[in-house]
């Protein structure tokens, strides 16, 4: 649907003051997105020219708009005097017919809202326009719709008076639309409340008592809700997840414990896939179909392709997984690392910033930063590559079924050539030759029939010990005694 004749307005100027962190709530995330751009990304999406009205913690929002967005004008309310005044400061830019004015922390918010908004708005020829929710708990500090005869009003939360007014069920969403004409006529109009604020609420009175056309569309409460506090952050959040959760199931992905999995809005999973338990799927993650991602795993910003395994408990970040590959029980894949197709990292592997080969397999106790290893390598339990001299980062090279012993310490910079083998325990400095064995440990003695001689030293040794130990503390005895008749006589 096309909105060519409507301009709109966001509020992101306000305090945040309920919330009680000291930052600005639009800055904080609802699954991966901060708050503020869930409008934005609305409307950019439907293509309507956007101004944002901000003012607290101005440069902090203005930066994160301004990161995903080109065509977002900024105006600045100096001094937070209400919603009203948040939009009247913005008047000298109002160009179209029409203006969309949407609270910056009502996250939830659909094109659909916008649409059926708009056309009733349009149908109607109304001065006013805005959306309505249920919602019966008088304890959420929403503004309520009251009607009386042909006048409607909206009644802030803290004015409200149960004995006075009725229809207290219904509540403003704050998400509104005017003419422009209306809004130039009537946003001055506004008096100042109790509260010194100016509520942007007041233009429905305003508009009703002119016998000007004031019209509401409904939509549910769910994606209406507006951010105030953490626990509403936490209630929109858990509203959000579950929708996500059920596009993914509607998708032919099995979520074991559907509850307890925290997902992110730009995540993508194929079919055939099934998510574990706790499992945290985060930022711009995209798992291929058939995977199995066990429980209390992470995965950030990173590519799985089909049918990878990840075992529990590992963390798989800014990274690339090829299709087949087994990753853990408690791996720690990170910082642009590529792992191929069919490979197998096992339990308490960490791999930084490799490239590990076709059906190559590092499967206990591993540390491999800044290293290219080919394809069907063996990495030895327990191998390291020193990567870091203290100064600066060096690369490991392992080339094509080259076999790592275990226990090697492989230090970089460092070329192991194809089909090379080390032996287990090394300590490898120099560059290993194709199909070289590379031994770098000091050799074995064998001392033969020495073991009772062997013990026969240990015992000597011991009865030594202790003849010192009881000598020692018969001074130490003495000692104190000594200083305690000093201190008598003293
Ligand atoms: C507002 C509505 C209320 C409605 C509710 C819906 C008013 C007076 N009340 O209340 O009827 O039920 O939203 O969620 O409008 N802002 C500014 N400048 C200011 C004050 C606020 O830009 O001086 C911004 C805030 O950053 C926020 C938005 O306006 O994004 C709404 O302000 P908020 O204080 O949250 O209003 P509510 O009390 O929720
Ligand atoms: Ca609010």
């Not at 004008?73 to 919603?83: D, H, N, P, S, V």
């Amino acid at each position: 649907m096309a909105f060519e004749n409507v301009e709109a307005i966001v509020l992101a100027a306000g305090k945040s003051t309920r919330f009680k962190t000291g930052k600005s709530k639009l800055i904080e995330k609802i699954c991966g997105r901060e708050i503020i751009l869930f409008a934005t990304k609305l409307l950019e999406q439907i293509k309507i020219d956007t101004t944002l009205v901000v003012g607290h913690q101005k440069e902090i929002v203005q930066q994160l708009v301004k990161k995903h967005h080109k065509n977002i004008t900024f105006i600045e309310q100096k001094k937070q005097l209400g919603t009203g005044h948040a939009v009247a400061s913005t008047k000298d830019i109002w160009k179209k017919e029409h203006v969309l004015i949407l609270n910056g922390d009502v996250p939830l918010v659909t094109e659909q809202i916008i649409e059926d908004l708009y056309k009733k708005h349009i149908a109607t020829d109304a001065a006013i326009s805005f959306v309505v929710s249920h919602c019966e708990n008088p304890n959420h500090a929403y503004g309520r719709v009251i009607k009386d005869k042909n006048k409607i009003k909206i009644v802030e939360a803290k004015d409200f008076d149960p004995t006075i007014h009725n229809d207290h069920c219904c509540i403003n969403a704050g998400i509104y639309i005017a003419k422009t004409e209306f809004l130039k006529d009537c946003i001055e109009k506004i008096d100042k409340s109790a509260s010194n604020e100016f509520y942007l609420t007041d233009l429905v009175e305003i508009a009703s008592n002119a016998n000007l056309g004031v019209q509401t569309t409904s939509a549910s409460l769910n994606v209406t809700r507006g951010v105030n506090t953490l626990e509403e952050l936490w209630a929109t959040e858990q509203i959000q997840r579950a929708e996500l959760i059920k596009y993914w199931m509607n998708h032919g992905v099995r979520f074991n414990v559907a509850q307890a999995v925290h997902i992110d809005l730009d995540v993508q999973i194929g079919n055939g896939t099934q998510i574990g338990c706790a499992v945290h799927l985060l930022g711009n993650t995209k798992i291929g179909k058939n995977c199995n991602i066990r429980k209390f795993t992470t995965i950030e910003d990173s590519t799985l392709e089909d049918n990878v395994e990840i075992h529990p408990n590992c963390v798989v970040r800014d990274s690339y997984i090829a299709k087949e590959a087994q990753v853990g029980p408690f791996a720690n894949i990170h910082s642009q690392t590529k792992i191929e197709q069919g490979v197998s990292i096992g339990n308490f592997v960490e791999v930084k910033k490799s490239n590990i080969g076709k059906f190559t397999f590092a499967r206990h106790h591993s540390y491999l930063g800044n290293a290219t290893i080919g394809s069907r390598v063996n990495i030895g339990a327990g191998t390291i590559t020193c990567n870091y001299d203290g100064i600066a980062k060096h690369e490991t090279i392992i080339k094509d079924n080259a076999y790592i012993g275990s226990n090697n310490t492989l230090v970089a910079p460092l070329t192991i050539e194809k089909n090379a083998f080390t032996a287990a325990g090394s300590t490898i400095t120099e560059d290993v030759p194709t199909s070289c064995l590379a031994i770098g440990r000091s050799r074995q003695v064998n001392k033969e029939n020495y073991v009772e001689k062997l013990y026969e030293k240990l015992k000597t040794r011991s009865a030594e010990i202790n003849k010192n130990k009881k000598e020692t503390s018969k001074i130490n005895v003495k000692n104190i005694k000594k200083d305690k008749e000093q201190q008598i006589t003293q």
